[in-house]
């Protein structure tokens, strides 16, 4: 009989409920005892949706109250040193607020300090808590929450399947926090600890554990691809039967490594990587399971069940009892429950499986594969196919006009006029800016009155036009403030926008929207990214009645403002039937079109905003090229109907740029803004070292600190920058927007970075 599993289950529950417990148990409005009872609720909430869809095991260590990657540091006592938790180390009992407070810096109780860095997971969306390393800390069992919530689920009496990050990939994504201090030197130490889980959770009762080990679809250097042989073999003694979890990608070169380790079941993902299965059976030893990922864990359409069926009888033949089923990662990616969005039209809602419908496509198609489907799973089937049907031939996704344009296009569409040196000619004679030019980077506060005024309008209870007044007044107040301030390239402020995806997706042709499909990002954070349904287009200006309106307010050059398409399709649920490339290049005529109107409205400076760049990357580098070549042409086409004398601006936000540089390059830009403060202007060795042609501005200050900039401190800055690049090219602007800060801390900043560009005006 085929098994029936899943990776891994969303926490958040179908309204965000743990969220809300979190969030009012970090505010003190309730506590740890009312939390911990959120979390056993939605834990068994979410195992009991697993026993109704027929699932044969029910997967426990998914649950965290605030990030899976932090509560395995936890476990095995990985707590950093400037937290004060030997005490609780050492009791093995390290608390909730302790985890809090490595998490967020504070917690309700305990002594604040600096919180541990969060970053991307693989090339997710979902952020996890980056684990330290220190030469000297002792590794031990050091959490008791893992053994409990296993209590818990054993009490249900149905099968229990325990998942883990696997110890290699958990110091994959460690970070040394010690000169000299290599990360794989913790490993023995680490998979002591590990062997110690292992060990207690057989003896609570357990048979399976998953330990999820997605490094294996990366590069690994030699020494890591042996260290997956040391630990395993190691792990191999442990009295519970071992399922080794690879997602996202190809095990490519790791194949063999993978395949021959010794443990008792390896999953693989056939959604991203649907040829390795062939290579896997070839490769697969006689006493091993194979858990097949066979639907979508990353993107939230409805599997084709029919084609699935056919596509693994070869593998449930060559396996018999040993194949399993599975989504290809956890569900933790995708929204919770499809039958919450009542107001979707039927149509698209039938094209649609959310983590919940997943569970159910998992349980239906492991009973297809074996032929003991019942009258259900048939009718199922048919309805899967059905609708996969009416998708195919839906007019609402493919549009004939989209498709023509794409096909004419020729290379020189993505090409500006002239080369960056006369464009910034035509540029500066038009604009007229001093040196070192100030300008921000699009969005000011988004203040409790503009929300307010928002929802009342969504809400139905302010008109059209009350809530465009409101709006103009806010620009109008920015403009006026910006003005005061002296900034040279003013914006428009942002404030109709909720977010900088969903403004332009709610104005294009081809995106949808949810209700309820939040994923989350981090911590108690959730996203809900548009869908992308079919053929992108734009069908009327989306921004420029507001640029407009701004520019007319002032003599200054106003910037337009837009999110790039590498950012819109990256941020988004996107069409699994066509190529992402090919959706991108959509999305990128779609805004070519709102940059030839913002120039025809008069708008000189335009930004395309692509601070998704540099996370598009796929997870092997042999794949880097392949795309940096398509997302850049994505950007360039936006951009390239520009006339020479009007400057187009992009942004990006994030750290490291060393390894992308030719492609920011060859976006062609005329300026670029960039996040730098934190780094002390390193990151503009990577633009320096390359002979960057064109301008940027190297953020002074850094917008996530309530802190105002010191005036010295931002000269300082730019003087070293301009020793990397000739000071004729750079700007003066904050990191990133400003919309999470208020006016009484935006006003006095700007404030100081205009008076430090006027102290450099005098000096160079
Ligand atoms: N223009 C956007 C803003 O200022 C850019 C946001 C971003 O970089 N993520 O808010
Ligand atoms: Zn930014």
């Known amino acids: 009989m085929t098994l029936a599993h899943t990776l891994g289950y969303p926490r958040i529950g179908a309204h965000r409920e743990l969220k809300r417990a979190v969030e009012a148990y970090w505010k003190g409005e309730i506590d740890a005892a009312a939390l911990e009872a959120t979390g056993r609720e939605l834990r068994a909430r979410h195992w009991q949706a697993q026993r109704d869809a027929g699932l044969d095991f029910i997967t426990v260590g998914d649950f965290a109250f605030y990030d899976q990657v932090l509560d395995v540091s936890v476990l095995v006592g990985a707590v950093p040193p400037r937290f004060g938790a030997e005490d609780e180390v050492a009791r093995g009992d390290v608390s909730l607020d302790t985890a809090f407070r490595m998490a967020r810096g504070r917690a309700p ?26 030469r000297d800390q002792p590794l031990r069992l050091a959490g008791t929450r893992l053994f409990d919530e296993v209590d818990e689920a054993l009490a249900t009496g149905h099968p229990v399947k325990v998942v883990l990050t696997g110890p290699l990939t958990w110091l994959w994504l460690a970070k040394s926090r010690e000169a000299g201090l290599e990360r794989l030197a913790r490993l023995d130490e680490l998979v002591t600890v590990y062997g110690e889980i292992l060990a207690r959770l057989a003896e609570q009762g357990v048979e399976w554990v998953q330990l999820d080990e997605p490094a294996l679809v990366q590069d690994l250097p030699r020494d890591w691809q042996q260290a997956f042989e040391t630990a395993y073999h190691r792990l191999q003694s442990a009295p519970v039967r071992l399922l080794l979890a690879t997602y ?17 079941a390896l999953h693989i993902d056939c959604v991203r990587a649907p040829d390795q299965l062939e290579r896997v059976l070839d490769r697969l030893p006689a006493y091993k399971i194979l858990s097949v990922g066979a639907i979508d864990g990353r993107n939230i359409w409805r599997a084709d069940l029919a084609a699935l069926r056919e596509r693994l009888a070869t593998a449930r033949m060559r396996l018999g009892e040993r194949l399993w089923l599975a989504p290809s990662c956890s569900l933790l990616h995708v929204p919770v429950d499809l039958d919450s969005e009542t107001r979707l039209d039927p149509e ?62 020729r290379p020189a569409d993505a090409r500006r006029t002239s080369p960056y040196p006369e464009r910034a000619r035509a540029q500066h004679a038009r604009l007229e800016l001093p040196l070192f030019p100030t300008t921000t980077i699009g969005s000011f506060p988004q203040t409790a009155g503009i929300r307010t005024t928002r929802l009342a309008f969504k809400r139905g209870e302010l008109s059209r036009e009350a809530y465009e007044a409101r709006m103009r007044e806010e620009i109008a107040h920015a403009v006026e403030r910006q003005e005061a301030l002296g900034l040279d390239v003013l914006v428009h402020g942002e404030p109709e926008r909720n977010d900088m995806v969903e403004y332009f997706g709610e104005r294009l042709d081809g995106f ?34 507001w640029s407009e309106y701004a520019q007319s307010l002032t003599d200054r050059p106003m910037k337009g403002m837009l999110t790039g398409p590498v950012t819109l399709l990256q941020w988004s649920f996107v069409r699994d039937d066509q190529p992402r490339e090919t959706t991108c290049r959509q999305i990128a005529l779609a805004l070519r079109d709102e940059v030839a109107d913002l120039e025809a409205a008069g708008i000189g400076v335009i930004q395309i905003d692509e601070p998704a760049l540099r996370e ?101 800055l730019m003087a070293k920058a301009a020793e990397k690049i000739p000071a004729e090219r750079l700007w003066v602007n904050p990191d990133c927007g400003l919309k999470t800060r208020g006016w009484a801390e935006v006003e006095p900043a700007l404030a100081a970075m205009v008076e430090a560009a006027g102290v450099l005006r005098r000096r160079f």
């Open 348 to 409: 698209l809602k039938s094209w649609l499986a959310f983590a919940r419908q997943k569970l159910d496509e998992v349980a239906t198609l492991a009973r297809l594969v074996d032929n003991r489907g019942d009258d259900a799973d048939r009718a199922a089937l048919e309805a899967a196919t059905a609708a996969l049907d009416a998708r195919r031939r839906s007019t609402r996704i493919h549009r004939s006009a989209v498709a023509e344009r794409l096909a004419a296009l």
């Open 616 to 716: 598009g990357l796929p997870l092997r580098q042999s794949g880097w090229q392949g795309y940096l070549d398509w997302a850049v042409n994505c950007f360039r086409l936006s951009a390239a109907v520009a006339r020479d004398a009007t400057q187009i601006h992009t942004h990006m936000c994030y750290s490291e740029f060393n390894d992308i540089i030719a492609a920011i390059a060859a976006l062609d830009a005329d300026v670029i803004t960039i996040e730098t403060s934190r780094s002390d202007m390193e990151l503009l060795d990577a633009f320096q070292d390359f002979a960057y042609p064109n301008e940027i501005g190297p953020g002074v200050y850094d917008i996530h600190s309530p802190n105002i900039p010191e005036v010295d401190w931002m000269v300082a």
């Open 109 to 134: 109780t305990g002594t604040p300090a600096a919180a541990c860095e969060m970053t991307k997971y693989f090339d997710t969306n979902y952020h996890y808590l980056v684990p330290e390393l220190y």
């Open 512 to 545: 949808a929207f949810t209700d309820f499909g939040w994923v989350q990002s981090y911590g108690s954070r959730c996203v809900k990214p548009p869908v992308i349904v079919g053929d992108v287009s734009r069908s009327r200006p989306m921004t420029v009645a």
């Open 248 to 264: 996202f990608e190809d095990l490519g070169d790791n194949l063999g490594l993978a395949t021959g380790l010794p443990v008792d």
